[in-house]
């Protein structure tokens, strides 16, 4: 506890201090033009810094996405701006591609981002539990960006190893080729879950220790639950990845065998490792996307949240259950095949609690009262384009079923459908949703309407052909289609998918238009826009360092829309019973 | 245009039934659950006058809703699980006994297949030892060892829906009957440095006289240093440069 003297603003927990204690707070805030907007410890700059490099990381990962369809498109041309891809930068491409987007895009976006900026403001607190800590993690990702970015320009080019790191490949140059980019790759990976370690504990404690008075558990809005759930299965999944990083790195630079058979060592130890963080990984990404999904869906359909406490249940059963999947990864890599169907029934298992939040987000919708503003098409688009990635996760998750999909297009597919939804619609709700509190100025709804029918249209167009391409048995990772004569009629999924992805790219156009251009022309939002419950909509927009002017006291649950005996159809957290609006 | 490619080993029918057994049972809760959420969607916008209900699902009467069809897909994959259970015990736990043993192979980037020659003995001097070609003869049942010489590979020959990872240190016991004759493409499902994309074989599945047939020829045109020559070979050195150590 002897940080807690340092901390800056002072941070008692709301609950121990009367509101007039903190009065002074605001002018503890920085005011030069460094320590606001580079080394601010206030959580909502943290929480723009980690979003904006998140959404830059994103271009980037999206830029490669886009060469690469070029590529397997049109495999006898140079991609325009980028010029040849030899099979070397394709296996860089691959490798980059899937490393940016799920530990450089999706976790500083969902976590970093939304979860720093919302968790304070939806308990009522004034900051994170550690605002130094929260700075740190920022800096230390950034780090960790510029290492990744970095490892494209040493000689021998990034790692080309996969997203999976997979040794013997990335523990042996004579193998890879690449004598710089896989040590550079671990190195920011590893550094990245240091990160996100950081931002756990502080996500972790905050949540359950600086929660407004009056505000239990099972009144915590459900992003704080995802977010708090994703943070404990990060915690307790990551280790054993960062030993095994770590290992890695040992056998790469310090000649050790961990993995290497030749010295008493085994290749497949290294995936376990990866895997059992891997798995619960996909959870710590989806959990935050439900979260936003489960903000929204109530705020526009202007009803509680359907079953509060049987999501919340079905949310810890599917962290529980994350941890118990991992060999679905490895069913024909040569572990023992004895142990492949108790990880089967796991598996397909874990389809029962994430069907129970799925369809209480439908029976949300229910009686409702459905506005469909963008962030509403985004959150509704979420739980459909969601349910593709579930549906197909169960194929996959048949160990007979994968001796034949695994390592094909059909499991791209398949995790491109489970993940994009959580990262980049639940994303873009959360951008339509809460800009206006993050920046003061409402979003155009013209422009996040046709950006969400164009997302929606070209992400089926995208990756629906890759089914049909993993059913004909296309193998991923394959540079040059023309190797093999029976995948050459299937040129024309190729072509589809490669067109998906540049309607894809055309139509984020708009969200950058409109990202930029309202926070110039944007409508002033004023507190409470959507006429929403949690606290953050009871604060300025965006809100001043410190957050809240006095302690906001809770007297109920974050969902209470429509509910019978008022008028309004809206009852903030803080109102206290029997005072009208 | 075929969905799949065509099915061409004992247990390829097997796992298709699987694959297609649950795509119909997810199907029937894909359309359903799609169907209800675009129904609420367009069924319950936002008329002027009407207020939204109030239903806050914490009864059992209105969680029930939910709960019983969850417990309804619990049953499913219940089922699934079993169903994919037997399919999987068949083709990966137990190797049946075999008429034909094969060595396999992967390497940067090549597949090598070891065939034992006239007197069916794997490691015996007259194997047969090529690269990236496999010969076996039809409805027989064949067992592979497979290994790997540098990094991991996966043995994948999409049509007989054969998969399974090749790793260094570990000899992988598997096995195929082949159930039509025809040549089918032997892949690398396992991503194995820059030219893991070339790296192909091929299998010939032969009628048994086909088989004899080719027996006969490669041992006539194969002398023992050959083979010996062969396996005393240096793995090829893997090329930084891409797209030139594809045909080692």
Redesign the interface.
């Known amino acids: 506890m002897s940080e807690a003297t340092i901390l800056e603003p002072p941070l008692d927990p709301p609950r121990a201090a009367p509101p007039a204690a903190h009065a002074g707070a605001h002018d503890d805030a920085p005011h030069g033009f460094w320590s606001t907007y580079f080394f601010s410890t206030d959580h909502k700059h943290i929480a723009k810094q980690y979003l904006l490099t998140g959404l830059c990381m994103a271009v980037i990962g999206g830029l490669l996405a886009h060469v690469m369809r070029m590529h397997l498109a049109f495999p006898d041309r140079a991609v325009p701006g980028f010029g040849e891809v ?6 860089a491409l691959i490798t980059m591609h899937g490393t940016i987007m799920i530990f450089f895009v999706a976790m500083p976006v969902l976590l970093g981002g939304f979860g720093n900026f919302l968790i304070p403001l939806m308990i009522g607190a004034r900051d994170m539990a550690f605002p130094r800590l929260n700075m740190m993690s920022y800096w230390t990702f950034l780090v960790s960006c510029l290492i990744l970015l970095g490892s494209f320009f040493v000689p ?1 080019g990034a790692s ?3 997203w999976t790191a ?4 990335s523990a ?1 140059v ?4 690449a004598a710089w980019g896989v040590p550079l790759w671990i190195a920011a990976v590893a550094l990245e879950f240091v990160a996100f370690l950081m931002g756990g504990i502080n996500f972790i404690t905050t949540a359950i220790n600086l929660r407004a008075p009056g505000m239990k558990m099972f009144d915590l809005p459900m992003m704080v639950w995802m977010q708090l759930v994703a943070s404990v299965i990060f915690l307790f999944s990551v280790g054993p990845l960062v030993a095994g990083a770590v290992l890695l790195l040992l056998d790469r630079v310090a000649g050790t065998g961990f993995y290497n ?2 010295a008493g ?4 130890l290294y995936q376990h490792l990866f895997w059992f963080f891997g798995h619960p990984e996909v959870y710590v990404i989806l959990l935050p996307g439900l979260g936003i999904v489960a903000e929204i869906l109530p705020v526009f ?10 999501v919340v249940y079905a949310t810890l059963a599917t962290g529980v259950l994350s941890f118990i999947v991992w060999a679905h990864h490895q069913f ?3 572990i023992d ?2 142990l ?2 108790a990880f ?2 796991t598996t ?2 874990i ?2 609690p994430v ?2 939040t ?3 987000f ?2 949300t ?8 503003k963008a962030a509403m098409l985004f959150a ?1 688009g979420m ?2 384009v969601f ?2 990635g579930g ?2 996760g ?2 996959n998750g ?4 994968d ?6 297009y059909f499991v791209v597919a398949h995790f491109h459908y489970a993940l994009i939804p959580p990262v980049f619609f639940s994303l873009f709700a959360g951008i339509y949703y809460w800009y206006p509190k993050m920046f003061g100025r409402m979003l155009n709804e013209t422009l996040g309407k046709i950006h969400f029918w164009g997302t929606f249209l070209f992400v089926n167009v995208t990756f629906m052909p890759m089914f ?1 391409l993993g ?3 296309y ?1 991923r ?4 289609p023309r ?4 995948l050459g ?1 299937l040129h024309p999924l190729q072509l589809a998918a490669t067109l998906g992805t540049i309607g894809l790219l055309l139509f984020q156009i708009p969200f950058v238009l409109n990202f930029f251009g309202s926070l110039r022309f944007g409508a002033v939002a004023g507190k409470n826009p959507w006429r929403a419950n949690t606290l953050e909509w009871t604060v300025p927009s965006p809100p001043g360092h410190g957050n809240f002017e006095g302690t906001p006291v809770v007297y109920r649950g974050p ?1 209470e ?4 005996g008022r008028d309004a ?1 809206w009852f903030p957290q803080d109102v206290a019973p029997g005072r009208p609006l | 245009m075929h969905l799949m490619p065509v099915a061409a080993s004992s247990y390829a029918g097997d796992i298709d039934r699987v694959m297609w057994v649950i795509t119909l049972i997810v199907g029937v809760w894909f359309v359903a659950a799609e169907g209800i959420l675009l129904w609420f969607t367009f069924r319950y916008r936002k008329k002027d006058g009407v207020r939204a209900a109030y239903v806050p699902g914490k009864s059992f009467r209105q969680t029930g809703w939910i709960l019983i069809p969850c417990v309804a897909i619990l049953v499913c994959d219940l089922a699934i699980d079993a169903f994919g259970e037997r399919v999987w015990k068949t083709i990966k736990e137990k190797v049946p006994p075999a008429q034909l043993q094969i060595g396999v192979e992967g390497r940067q980037w090549a597949w090598t297949f070891t065939h034992p020659g006239k007197d069916g003995i794997l490691g015996s001097p007259d194997d047969i030892v090529i690269p990236n070609e496999i010969h076996v003869p039809v409805g027989e049942n064949v067992a592979f060892t497979l290994g790997a010489a540098d990094c991991l590979h996966s043995f994948w020959v999409p049509e007989l829906r054969l998969k399974q990872d090749a790793v260094p240190g570990r000899h992988i016991q598997g096995w195929f009957r082949a159930t039509r004759p025809g040549s089918y493409g032997v892949l690398c499902a396992e991503l194995c440095g820059v030219a893991h994309g070339l790296m192909r074989g091929t299998l010939y599945v032969d009628t048994e006289a086909d088989y004899e047939r080719w027996l006969d020829s490669r041992i006539a045109a194969q002398p023992a240093s050959q083979a010996a020559a062969f396996q005393a070979a240096p793995t090829p050195a893997p090329q930084p440069a891409p797209k030139t150590g594809g045909k080692s």
């Open positions: 030899p099979a070397g930068t394709y296996n021998g080309p190893a996969g997979y040794p013997p490949l042996n004579a193998y890879s080729g058979p030749g060592g085994d290749p497949l359909a202007r009803k509680p949240l359907f079953g509060y406490r049987m024909v890599s040569g095949p004895r492949a169907s089967s029934i397909i298992l389809s029962v069907a129970i799925m369809f209480a439908v029976a919708l229910w009686r409702g009262a459905i506005e469909l509704i739980v459909g349910f593709w549906v197909t169960i194929i048949s160990a007979a079923a001796i034949y999909v695994h390592d094909t049909g059913l004909r048995g193998p990772r394959t540079f040059d190797v093999f004569a029976h009629d969902y829309y429509s509910a019978p159809d």
